[in-house]
Structures are given as structure tokens and as C-alpha cells.
């Protein structure tokens, strides 16, 4: 892989905390520094919305969506905690549904958590997996648009062994004094590597020798801390990702990925993020049969699911009456990679 040199600050501040880690890190360590380190795109430099990326949830008509999926289902009115609410939009425009909720936004980001707090509600400046919460302090839902993805990954190179599916290899951040590079070597051990290795043996995706997917050990623990917190309802997470049985499957190559800008003409070169720490956002897509799966290895019988974003129009009568959905409703009316999971208590 050809390595991309260059001379800004941020790649200088880079490089100096990989060769304090004896110059190669794993590459969820790369990206928790990059998106959340001291000087990282999360907590100086995004612009969600307006610079970088956009966001369904700066549609007020999604969150007009979600409030009527909760009512439909009699979970409006009730408590509401976001979990990384970026700029508070989404918070706003669902408190004009239903401006009685005890709506709380946490965030990781000290910049976002005071931009939620001029929104009405609480805001709580928190980890997605360590909430500082009373254990059974929600009654009603948790929810969360786009966290996953952004969540720290570790990229895996898989292989078959006499039939079984094994992690031989995983990709890691070298520097050698002036530039970094993105590798495969052998994959470290430990706790997770197992943990994910024995979801791919159940079977839930098709595996071919060397593909590559992308999965963050972190969403187990934001998984089980919102489990904790929920004393009844639900919790909700949308996301990019890809699942098995609705037409966004796993392609061969699931490398992590940076969203699309004027000056980034390639969303999957690793090589120009690379050159460029702190400067963008990364992310991957997100595996919901294992973030299901997870679920129910957290708490045994607990109902887990997903379904595709475009399911939320059902809840508008619109939906069943008329061929085209109406405005602002219509840029729903498609199949995409944005999934729903959905975990009941």
C-alpha cells in the first residue's frame, strides 16, 4: 500500500503518539485517538450537518417519524435518553412532538454536550458505554442515530480453516518518522477476537477465505450499559450497516471508511485519512446481526431485532393510501443501508 507523506501539525501530533506506542497501534487505538484523543475530529473539529457529513437527524420530518413510530407503539411522553446527540437538532425537533418528555442527550464531546444544553432537557457530558446513570433510571427508550458507526473498529481479515471460521490477521497504524501506513499482521488475541470468532461460527453471514470486515468491540459495552440503564421500553439504534436477511449484506471488503467531501474524492481511501489525522470523520458499517446477537448473549431471551429505516413510514397513513409518499416525507420512500435495531425490556 503506497504511504501518503505530509507536514500539517496534526499529522506531526499523530506520529508522536504512535511512536510513544512503539510505533504501530491496532486500528480501533488509531481511531479512538483520531475521533476522540485530545485533539481528535470529535472533540475539535467536527461540523456534523453543516461541513463534513449530513444526518438524517437534521430533518425535522425524521424526528417526526421516530415520535410517531414510539406513539404508535405507547412509548411517547415517556423518558427519553439520546446517546451521542451531536448538535441537538434531533433533540429540538422531537421536543415540539412531545415537549413534556424528560428528554436527557448525552455526549462524549464537551462541544456538543454544552450545544444540547441550549436545547430544552438535560444534557450530560458521558461515555455511550459508561453513562454515570442510576441503573434502571430510564422508563421509555433509548436511542441513539449514527453511533455505532463512529465507535473505534478493529478490521479483520478472515479465513476458513476445515470449515470454521478463523481471525488469523487484522490491520494496524505504523509510522516510520514521517508518514503512516495501514497493514494486515497477525491478529491479537484476546477476549473480543474470541468473542467475535464465535458469532461468525453461528453462521449468520457467509464467509469467503480472506474478507475483510470491520466491527467495534465497544458496541458490547454501549450495548450492555443501555441495558443497564433501561429499567422498560426500548432501545433503539439506527445506523449504517448491513444485516442478513434484507438485501444490505456484507460485502467481501467492510474496511472502515471516511464520508464523502469536496476534498476527498474516494469515501474509502485510507490512505488520504491517513495523511490527514483529526482533519475528518471515520466510519464503518455496522453488523446488526451481531449487535442482535449481542443482545441476547447480554440477556439471555431478550427480544432483539432490526428492520430497514424505510419501515418508519408505516406509521403514516400516507404510506398505504398513496403510490409517492408526500414531502417531507419522500426521501424515505427508498430501501437503504440504514437499519433499525430495536431491543425491548
Not at 241 to 262: N, V
Not at 281 to 301: C, M, P, R, T
Amino acid at each position: 500500500m503506497e504511504i501518503i507523506t505530509g507536514s500539517s501539525k496534526n499529522l506531526e501530533i499523530m506520529i508522536r503518539f504512535l511512536a510513544g506506542n512503539s510505533g504501530v497501534v491496532r486500528f480501533d487505538r488509531y481511531m479512538q485517538e483520531h475521533l476522540y484523543g485530545q485533539d481528535g475530529y470529535y472533540i475539535k473539529n467536527a461540523r456534523i450537518g453543516s461541513g463534513d457529513f449530513g444526518t438524517e437527524s437534521f430533518r425535522s420530518a425524521f424526528a417526526h417519524l421516530v415520535f410517531l413510530d414510539l406513539q404508535q407503539q405507547g412509548l411517547d411522553g415517556k423518558d427519553f435518553l439520546e446517546l451521542g446527540g451531536g448538535t441537538g437538532v434531533f433533540k429540538g425537533n422531537y421536543l415540539r412532538h412531545s415537549p413534556k418528555t424528560n428528554y436527557i442527550s448525552a455526549d462524549i464531546s464537551e462541544k456538543f454536550a454544552s450545544m444540547q444544553a441550549q436545547v430544552n432537557g438535560n444534557a450530560i457530558i458521558s461515555d455511550a458505554a459508561a453513562l454515570g446513570l442510576q441503573s434502571g433510571s430510564i422508563d421509555g427508550i433509548i436511542f441513539s442515530n449514527e453511533l455505532i458507526d463512529a465507535l473505534p473498529c478493529r478490521v479483520f481479515r478472515l479465513t476458513r480453516e476445515n470449515g470454521r471460521i478463523r481471525i488469523n490477521e487484522e490491520a494496524y497504524i505504523r509510522t516510520n518518522g514521517d508518514a503512516l501506513s495501514f497493514e494486515f499482521a497477525d491478529a491479537e488475541r484476546d477476549d473480543f477476537l474470541e468473542t467475535y470468532e464465535m458469532f461468525l461460527n453461528q453462521g449468520a453471514h457467509t464467509v469467503h477465505d480472506g474478507d475483510v470486515i470491520s466491527v467495534a468491540p465497544k458496541s458490547i459495552d454501549v450495548i450492555r450499559e443501555a441495558m443497564r440503564v433501561l429499567k422498560s421500553g426500548k432501545i433503539i439504534f439506527i445506523d449504517y450497516g448491513f444485516g442478513q436477511r434484507i438485501g444490505c449484506e456484507k460485502t467481501s471488503q467492510e474496511l472502515p471508511h471516511i464520508m464523502k467531501r469536496d476534498d476527498y474524492d474516494d469515501s474509502s481511501d485510507i490512505d488520504k485519512i491517513l495523511a490527514n489525522p483529526y482533519s475528518t470523520d471515520i466510519n464503518h458499517s455496522v453488523d446488526f446481526e451481531f449487535l442482535k446477537w449481542v443482545a441476547g448473549q447480554v440477556s439471555h431471551g431478550t427480544k432483539a431485532d432490526y428492520r430497514p429505516q424505510v419501515t418508519l413510514l408505516s406509521v403514516l397513513p400516507e404510506y398505504y393510501n398513496q403510490e409517492q409518499i408526500p414531502k417531507p416525507y419522500d426521501h424515505f420512500d427508498r430501501i437503504s443501508c440504514f437499519l433499525v435495531l430495536e431491543i425491548s425490556k
